[in-house]
Structure formats: structure tokens, C-alpha cells
């Protein structure tokens, strides 16, 4: 099993920037794809970014592009989202997720087997 905790959010104006965090115990990730999701409030649970077990690959929702970097660090089991030049609709609940890659195109997300808790980023206009 493997068990996932985010942290960095807060609140932030727009145009500014933030680094949310997740750290994987219970097992090692680095075979794992990561990804980050967010959930505003009233609204389904969305894609953000990916990242291959290598680091080697990223993908990013249109929405993030240019503005958003996913990174990780396997020896530390942890990834990382930098946002920058955020925007009031980035607000949301922001998720850690491991699982297969390409399963942010699934239904439901199938193929993302372990989700964390999610940390709330809210950027004031």
C-alpha cells in the first residue's frame, strides 16, 4: 500500500506563485506515475500534470501549460507542483495521485491507484 500526503497549499493573490508538495510512504513510488488533480468547489476532479517514473516525461492540461512544472524526487519519494502566475480559477483542492500513466485519460481516472488527502490552494483576486 502506499500512502500519500500533500502539503503547500494556502492562499495566495493572483499572479503570484505556489509549491504544493506529496510525500509517498508505505512503499516506494519511483515506478509509479505521478500526477496532480484539483476539485474547485461545484465541480468534478480534473487533471493537471503528470509525471513518468523516470521524471524523463511530463504532461500538462492545457488550462496549466507555461504556467505550472511538475517535478519529483524519487530518492525522497515526493513530488512536487510549482504554480506560477496563478489565477483565481486555479483555486482548488489539489490531489496527489500514483498509477499508470495515460490513466488521467481513463474514466473516473482508472489506473490511478492511490490518491492522497488533497491540499487547498485559494488565489484571491
Known amino acids: 500500500q502506499v500512502q500519500l500526503v500533500e502539503s503547500g497549499g494556502g492562499l495566495v493573490q493572483a499572479g503570484g506563485s505556489l509549491r504544493v508538495s506529496c510525500v509517498a510512504s508505505?512503499?516506494?513510488?519511483?515506478?509509479?506515475?505521478m500526477a496532480w488533480f484539483r476539485q474547485a468547489p461545484g465541480k468534478e476532479r480534473e487533471f493537471v500534470a503528470a509525471?513518468?517514473?523516470?521524471?524523463?516525461?511530463?504532461y500538462y492540461a492545457d488550462s496549466v501549460k507555461g504556467r505550472f512544472t511538475i517535478s519529483r524526487d524519487n530518492a525522497k519519494n515526493m513530488v512536487h507542483l510549482q504554480m506560477n502566475s496563478l489565477k483565481p480559477e486555479d483555486t482548488a483542492v489539489y490531489y496527489c495521485?500514483?498509477?499508470?500513466?495515460?490513466?488521467?485519460?481513463?474514466?473516473?481516472?482508472?489506473?490511478?491507484?492511490?490518491w492522497g488527502k488533497g491540499t487547498l490552494v485559494t488565489v484571491s483576486s
Open positions: 508505505g512503499r516506494t513510488v519511483s515506478s509509479y506515475t
Open positions: 495521485a500514483a498509477g499508470a500513466w495515460g490513466s488521467w485519460n481513463t474514466p473516473h481516472y482508472f489506473g490511478m491507484d492511490y
Open positions: 509525471i513518468s517514473w523516470s521524471g524523463g516525461s511530463t
